[in-house]
Structure formats: structure tokens, C-alpha cells
T-cell receptor, first 115, second 115 residues
């Protein structure tokens, strides 16, 4: 079975400080991994993905994520947080053998960046 | 602007009534999906369609049906709504191959309340 865990419901960080939003996954084979962001009353927006290759993936708005196969993790990071980064963040996984787009999402982590 | 249009934006519905949520995309994506978002549960896949004329069941298909008569439209029908179907519903689409594969584009959502 495929699953994603986001262990923190909320992450609070001061503007200018680095941020990390954690994600661990479980799949039967090699994973495709994704991060999406949701602003209030909006649909989800794609941030970045890991398919293959370099374990450090760079995405939109200065975000990056590191794929760690031994720890089955895909944590989202940003060196310097902005107030405008405050949003709900979702990690998602797909087994390479499963149906295209059939993603399994975590429960989401609410990121709040304080000015 | 290319993207996904969902209608209605919001609806209050009496239990037992039939309801169809509409979804239209103009990106010529082959694959389309319906997810529901519930607090603390993240997003769960209801139904999907890999191409026009085909559909499949996701994680939580019971009480819902879909059709895919053409590439652009993917309506979701609740034949007899129940209060547990109160949720925010998101339609999404993705390309079948190339750089856009595995990346979902989401609509803005339809908030449904069943009383």
C-alpha cells in the first residue's frame, strides 16, 4: 500500500529563517514524489517533483526538497521564509507502476511565517 | 487563461437529492481526476479517467459516479447525497506523457454541504 505521512500539522517560523516541512512515504517500488501548496480558497498548485536523478530537487518560489531513499523522506525546505509562504502544504507519492495521476496525499501541514 | 473550470463554486444540498459537479479543462490533457478534501484527511481520489471513454475507481468511489464523453469534460455525480459527502471537491488533470506527466493541474474547487 502507498501512503504519505506529514508528522506536523503546523509549522511556525519567523520571516527570514529557514523552514522545513517534513514528509515520509511508503511505496512498494521506486516512488514519484511531489509537493503541492494550497492558498486559502484555492486549488492546489504544483511546487516540485522527484522522478529520478539528483536527490535535491529545486522548485517554484525558492523551495527545494531532498529525496532520501534510506530514510524514505522527502522534506520540503527553503533557506529564507517569507510571510507570503504561509499556506497549506501537501506531500504526495505515486508508485511508478500505478495509474498516472493516482497520487496519495498526506494530511497537509499548515505553514505560518511570522513577520 | 488555460486551466480547469469547476461549477458550482459552492452548493448547499438536501440529503437524498441528486447533484452533478461540473469540470471542464482546456489544456487537452488526457487524464482527469476527482478528489475530495476533508480536514485532517488531506485529499482522497474518488474517480479518475486516463482518456476519453474510460474511467476508474479511486480510494473513495462509493456514492459517486463519473463519465468522460470527451477530452474536456469530466462531471462528478452524487446520485443521492448524504451528509458524509459534505466536502470540498477538486477536479484535476494531467498530461499523459512528456514533461507535464505526473503534474496535476487543479481547479479552484466546489464546496458542497449536504444537510
Amino acid at each position: 500500500a502507498q501512503s504519505v505521512a506529514q508528522p506536523e500539522d503546523q509549522v511556525n517560523v519567523a520571516e527570514g529563517n529557514p523552514l522545513t516541512v517534513k514528509c515520509t512515504y511508503s511505496v512498494s517500488g521506486n516512488p514519484y514524489l511531489f509537493w503541492y501548496v494550497q492558498y486559502p480558497n484555492r486549488g492546489l498548485q504544483f511546487l516540485l517533483k522527484y522522478i529520478t536523478g539528483d536527490n535535491l530537487v529545486k522548485g517554484s518560489y525558492g523551495f527545494e526538497a531532498e529525496f532520501n531513499k534510506s530514510q524514505t523522506s522527502f522534506h520540503l525546505k527553503k533557506p529564507s521564509a517569507l510571510v507570503s509562504d504561509s499556506a497549506l502544504y501537501f506531500c504526495a507519492v505515486r508508485d511508478r507502476g500505478s495509474t498516472l495521476g493516482r497520487l496519495y496525499f498526506g494530511r497537509g501541514t499548515q505553514l505560518t511565517v511570522w513577520p | 487563461i488555460a486551466g480547469i473550470t469547476q461549477a458550482p463554486t459552492s452548493q448547499i444540498l438536501a440529503a437524498g437529492r441528486r447533484m452533478t459537479l461540473r469540470c471542464t479543462q482546456d489544456m487537452r490533457h488526457n487524464a482527469m481526476y476527482w478528489y475530495r478534501q476533508d480536514l485532517g484527511l488531506g485529499l482522497r481520489l474518488i474517480h479518475y479517467s486516463n482518456t476519453a471513454g474510460t474511467t476508474g475507481k479511486g480510494e473513495v468511489p462509493d456514492g459517486y459516479s463519473v463519465s468522460r464523453a470527451n477530452t474536456d469534460d469530466f462531471p462528478l455525480t452524487l446520485a443521492s447525497a448524504v451528509p458524509s459527502q459534505t466536502s470540498v471537491y477538486f477536479c484535476a488533470s494531467s498530461a499523459s506523457g512528456g514533461a507535464g506527466a505526473n503534474v496535476l493541474t487543479f481547479g479552484a474547487g466546489s464546496r458542497l454541504t449536504v444537510l
